[in-house]
């Protein structure tokens, strides 16, 4: 018998409502799988036992008691930038690291209504600013393909414990790729909502315009099921839509024949790693057989995307981390010398490299005489890109691209050239800039076994058709369906 660990939450909410396991039997079997790898793994910054086996014993009474939904009594894994009352929530950042909120993200409320058992807090990038998961103050979480490796970023952390079976599924969040891209690192399904579908209240705010909550999962259907669970309008975010939210199971295993698949000339250029691109081209070869129509596209303003990203984001970041001075919040630094003194102390030692980094890049750009140029011409290319969707859209129901360049890098390889990590954005940031959803779903492996990724993008609002399109392809390949080889620990390297 497989373990109840390496199940799905499909299986196991058919498990619970037959009454062949309980919740409890569920979260120890996830919480012994936790104290078996994540020494290897470090998926995790805290794991809160206590919790879930609370939750899980109310979760049995309410599946006993008849009234349980479909996420009650499944083991989830919490990004550390979403807040949970009373359970410390550190964003991966020294700054943050004793901060305990006074009340919990409506997505955290609206999944503990639904009886779902939380078993931990994973481990990112600091403040969400990566795509390594090695920018956390608490150190790397490493790639359970291979320990050597990173599982991608910022959501590297809740990545590895989905791919580990260290949690059923997890919840990242995505401003520029943070969820798709570990999720193609990792080998999982990972889907980034339309911008305003899923609460932001009670997630840490790095870049505002672009945050958004989404599933990480093992499969299609667990994805869909998670993103019925946290999605809906919510007066405490004031960008929440106020649309309503269908079924996204409905669509699955619905034919796709005759739907319209755009492939965009511009996301298969020179820096593509050829196994990758063979992989996604083989994806629309399967597609094809499924009778959907190919046609090709284009995506003129792709190339600009980047460097437009790279200075919205930071923009919006300089802003909302101002708050972090020690005194309205965040680590403090040694009071002598003064206000400023100590203000300044704070969050030198409060932030690491790339948070400081990002404040600079984001002040300057925004600061007088220089906003024009920077901010302002950011924002218009970012209508130019969002332009192009819409086009695209008028002639294709879905866009399909490669979700990263390259495969998963070495640990350590890359912390002295952000430039080469800010770059291998290319794929993932586009969609956020428009505010689309997009999907990363597993397509195969490289020559050395790592896993590959691609995306899938809609309109806004067009999650359901995403997932359908996921589905049929998930459905059609067997690529879901394999398991890392948790390596043994001689291959360790140490964390810091
Ligand atoms: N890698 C991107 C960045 O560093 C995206 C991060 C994210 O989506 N949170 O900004």
Redesign the pocket.
């Known amino acids: 018998m497989t373990e109840l660990y390496s199940k799905t939450i499909y299986e196991l909410h058919a498990l619970l409502a037959a009454g062949e396991v309980t919740s409890r039997e569920i979260t120890e079997s996830v919480l012994k799988r936790i104290d078996a790898v994540d020494e290897k793994v470090h998926a995790y910054i805290t794991v809160t036992s206590d919790l879930a086996r609370e939750q899980a014993q109310r979760a049995d009474e309410r599946i006993r008691s008849g009234s349980a939904g479909l996420l009650t009594g499944i083991p989830l894994a919490i990004k550390d930038n979403l807040c949970i009352k009373g359970i410390a929530t550190t964003c991966g950042s020294k700054s943050l690291a004793q901060f305990i909120p006074p009340y919990s993200a409506t997505v955290i409320n609206a999944l503990a209504e639904q009886g779902a058992v939380f078993v931990g807090r994973t481990n990112m990038?600091e403040f969400?600013?990566?795509?390594s998961t090695e920018n956390s103050c608490f150190g790397p979480t490493r790639n359970p393909w291979n320990p050597a490796l990173i599982p991608g970023?910022?959501?590297g952390g809740s990545a590895a414990a989905v791919a580990a079976d260290e949690c059923i599924a997890a919840l990242g969040?995505?401003?520029?790729?943070?969820?798709r891209?570990p999720a193609a690192f990792c080998g999982l399904v990972g889907l980034k909502p339309t911008y305003g579908r899923v609460s932001r209240f009670g997630l840490i705010a790095?870049?505002s315009s672009?945050?958004q909550v989404g599933p990480m999962a093992k499969d299609v259907r667990d994805a869909a099921m998670l993103l019925n669970g946290i999605s809906g309008y919510d007066r405490l975010d004031s960008t929440s839509a106020n649309a309503a939210v269908p079924d996204y199971t409905d669509l699955l295993g619905k034919e796709v024949a005759g739907m319209r698949v755009g492939i965009p000339g511009e996301y298969f250029t020179s820096g593509l790693d050829a196994g990758i691109e063979r992989a996604v081209r083989e994806s629309v070869r399967v597609l094809e057989g499924l009778k959907m129509e190919i046609r090709e596209i284009s995506l003129p303003h792709t190339e600009y995307a980047v460097a437009a990203?790279?200075l919205v984001?930071p923009a919006e970041a300089s802003s909302n981390l101002a708050r972090y001075d020690g005194v309205k919040y965040g680590f403090r630094g040694g009071e002598e010398g003064g206000l400023l003194d100590m203000y300044t102390r704070s969050r030198s030692e409060g932030f690491g490299v790339?948070v400081k980094r990002?404040i600079m890049l984001g002040t300057y750009a925004l600061s007088a005489g220089y906003y024009d140029a920077y901010y302002k011409k950011a924002s218009q290319v970012r209508t130019l890109v969002r332009d192009d969707f819409s086009s695209a859209f008028r002639e294709c129901d879905v866009i399909i691209t490669p979700t990263c360049p390259n495969p998963p890098f070495s640990l350590g390889e890359k912390l002295h050239d952000p430039l080469s990590?800010?770059l291998?954005?290319i794929f993932?940031?586009p969609a956020?800039l428009a505010g689309i959803p997009g999907i990363s779903v597993p397509c195969g492996f490289t020559e050395d076994g790592l896993p590959i990724g691609i995306q899938i993008l809609a309109n806004f609002f067009r999650e359901e058709t995403l997932l359908q399109v996921a589905h049929a392809y998930e459905q059609n390949t067997t690529w879901h369906n394999r398991k890392p080889p948790l390596a043994p620990e001689k291959d360790l390297i140490s964390f810091k």
């Open positions: 990038d969400a600013m990566g795509s970023g910022s959501s969040t995505d401003t520029g790729g943070s969820i891209q790095f870049a672009l945050d990203y790279y984001a790339e990002r990590v800010y291998a954005d993932t940031v956020s």
